[in-house]
């Protein structure tokens, strides 16, 4: 059953200062921002949840109560009420990318395990014009989670992360030596057309030889063949995933807390958020009292957002900063989760406010 999402069209601002160190110059220690209420977040089952990417343009696009959704000027778009774009009249579920032309991948489909598998029947969809097209295969499981400006397309297809422009399709493989077990995913691309997200690798020997890890990976066709780059994880971990890539080439993402854990083992209880840049993967740190931090989003000027305990972070020029440290009393808002950040500094991401979940958009104030 497809309910309606509930989506607020209303502008609900309050204005709050945080520590965006953007720019190499000029340096404003503190910006003040304006909050926007996306909505009320209404969890589904399956799909993805909250503000999945934002564009350069203030567009903002994700998954709310079952449905694909846009904010632009001001409002929201229900995705999901678009014409069907599969046989199944499945409906936009979610909402994963967009480009500075308005071109948003998404998935339709039912997101239900297929038998003890794991896998979920999704569709690929490209919005463009407002209108919806479904553009993947043969696959049960294909989820496109990014598009850049020349319209690349990088997501997972079944257990392989994939690379598409102008109607090819290119599988990324995966780093592991191991028959079994195999894995990659391709999360983001930037306007170069370099891909990360992560695989499995091989890291037993011996009886352990079919011990695997995820690590955050590097692609770029023509490079190295089109070979993967292995980022490694940081010092005293075994697992890496890469969630973002700007324009230089740095990447960010999550490094598993514990030495020893293997691939399915992942947990974000522990992690630590990095930064992956000249070659060498750092920590970005914690919060003060905190235990688990994940990087989701990096700008061109390397302002990085992500979430550390359930608190949203910035960080930026080695400083880590909470972004509810800053805000206005009685604001009412409690910022959880930065999912993303485009270059003229706008956050997107989940909160409370007046302790119901909601989407918010932060802009500096100027």
Not at 51 to 59: F, K, L, P, T
Not at 236 to 261: C, H, L, M, Q
Not at 339 to 345: F, L
Request: net charge neutral; hydrophobic share 35%; charged share 15%.
């Amino acid at each position: 059953m497809i309910t309606k999402p509930c989506f607020s069209t209303s502008l609900t601002t309050f204005v709050i200062s945080a520590a965006l160190l953007l720019g190499p110059a000029p340096v404003y220690a503190h910006t003040r921002y304006n909050i926007v209420d996306l909505g009320k977040l209404v969890r589904s089952a399956g799909p993805q949840n909250g503000a999945m990417a934002i564009n350069d343009r203030g567009q903002v696009v994700g998954g709310n109560s079952g449905h694909g959704f846009l904010w632009t000027d001001g409002k929201a778009v229900d995705l999901g009420t678009l014409p069907p774009v599969s046989v199944e009249d499945y409906t936009v579920e979610v909402a994963y990318g967009i480009n500075n032309k308005e071109q948003i991948v998404a998935s339709s489909g039912s997101f239900g395990p297929i038998f003890m598998s794991g896998l979920q029947f999704a569709r690929g969809v490209l919005i463009e014009n407002r209108e919806a097209r479904q553009f993947t295969h043969h696959n049960s499981s294909f989820i496109p989670y990014a598009i850049n400006d020349s319209g690349e397309i990088v997501g997972l297809d079944g257990y392989r992360g994939f690379f598409y422009a102008h109607g090819k399709f290119i599988q990324l493989g995966t780093l592991s030596k191991v028959p079994n077990g195999n894995y990659s995913t391709a999360r983001n691309i930037n306007q170069k057309g370099q891909v990360v997200g992560w695989t499995t690798v091989s890291i037993g020997s011996g009886t352990n030889r079919n011990k695997l890890a995820d690590h955050a990976f590097l692609w770029q066709r023509g490079m190295n063949e089109g070979r993967m780059r292995d980022l490694g994880t940081l010092s005293g971990t075994s697992g890496s995933e890469a969630y973002s890539i700007n324009n230089k080439g740095e990447v960010v993402g999550a490094a598993d807390g514990y030495a020893g854990r293997t691939s399915g083992d992942f947990a974000d209880n522990h992690a630590q958020a990095f930064l992956w840049r000249s070659g060498k993967m750092m920590s970005l740190g914690l919060l003060p009292g905190g235990k688990s931090c994940e990087a989701f989003g990096i700008n061109d000027n390397t302002a990085i957002v992500g979430s550390c305990d359930a608190r949203a972070f910035l960080w930026h020029n080695g400083k880590m900063t909470d972004l509810n440290d800053n805000l206005l009393p009685a604001s009412g808002w409690v910022l959880e989760e930065a999912q993303a950040v485009n270059n003229p500094g706008q956050i997107a991401g989940i909160g409370t406010f007046n302790g119901e979940e909601h989407l918010f958009l932060l802009t500096p104030a100027g």
